[in-house]
């Protein structure tokens, strides 16, 4: 995959002057994806988020389940994130629900969260692809946590983060 200077997400194989149906993520790939974060200019992934936000965001969320370790098996609790940066002003809400030794994934699921992850969507997407260190982004006031704070620290090791690896 990769994204167009106008912010539309394609498949690496197809020519920039075909149109790509990003509604079905078709070829979404966590490692690919992983290193088109690390690999695209600032500017052209804010501009990509702006035109696929919804499409990202909901893919990334899909993929949760299937990414949980043996230790987030063992673990029960909800996480809520807020993904800031909307076009209106608002935010997104996602939850992730740890329970029995599974993952599930949605948008304003009605359960108390554990802890609240309040973020942009760039750095949501820097994140989850495992191009930012979450300690240095907490630090610095870009990831905000509400909630239990060792529940927030253990979150890495409880999915497969994908790595940008060439």
Same mark, same amino acid.
């Given at each position: 995959?990769?994204?167009?200077?106008e912010g539309r997400i394609?498949?690496?194989?197809?020519?920039?002057?075909?149109?790509?149906?990003?509604?079905?993520?078709? %070829?979404?790939?966590?490692?690919?994806?992983?290193?088109?974060?690390?690999?695209?200019?600032?500017?052209?992934?804010?501009? %990509? $988020?702006?035109?696929?936000?919804? !499409?990202?965001? %909901?893919?990334?969320?899909?993929?949760?389940?299937? @990414?949980?370790?043996?230790?987030?098996?063992l673990v029960n609790g #909800?996480?809520?994130?807020?993904?800031?940066?909307?076009? +209106?002003?608002?935010?997104?809400?996602?939850?992730?629900?740890?329970?029995?030794?599974?993952?599930? #994934?949605?948008?304003?699921?009605? !359960?108390?969260?554990?802890?609240?992850?309040?973020? +942009?969507?760039?750095?949501?997407?820097? !994140?989850?692809?495992?191009?930012?260190?979450? *300690?240095?982004?907490?630090?610095? @006031?870009? *990831?905000? !946590?509400?909630?239990?704070? $060792?529940?927030?620290?253990?979150?890495?090791?409880?999915?497969? *983060?994908?790595?940008?690896? +060439?």
């Amino acid at each position: 995959m990769r994204i167009l200077p106008e912010g539309r997400i394609v498949p690496a194989a197809m020519p920039p002057e075909t149109s790509a149906d990003t509604s079905a993520a078709q %070829g979404f790939d966590t490692d690919t994806m992983a290193r088109l974060v690390r690999d695209t200019p600032v500017a052209q992934l804010k501009e %990509g $988020l702006r035109v696929n936000r919804d !499409v990202l965001i %909901g893919e990334i969320f899909h993929r949760f389940p299937e @990414r949980l370790t043996s230790e987030g098996r063992l673990v029960n609790g #909800a996480i809520k994130w807020k993904i800031t940066g909307r076009e +209106d002003g608002g935010a997104d809400r996602w939850f992730l629900v740890l329970e029995n030794g599974e993952a599930r #994934a949605g948008r304003d699921l009605d !359960v108390k969260p554990r802890v609240t992850l309040t973020m +942009d969507a760039l750095t949501f997407l820097q !994140v989850v692809t495992g191009n930012a260190n979450t *300690v240095e982004l907490f630090i610095r @006031r870009k *990831v905000k !946590v509400r909630g239990d704070l $060792l529940f927030a620290a253990r979150m890495e090791r409880l999915f497969k *983060v994908p790595r940008a690896r +060439d």
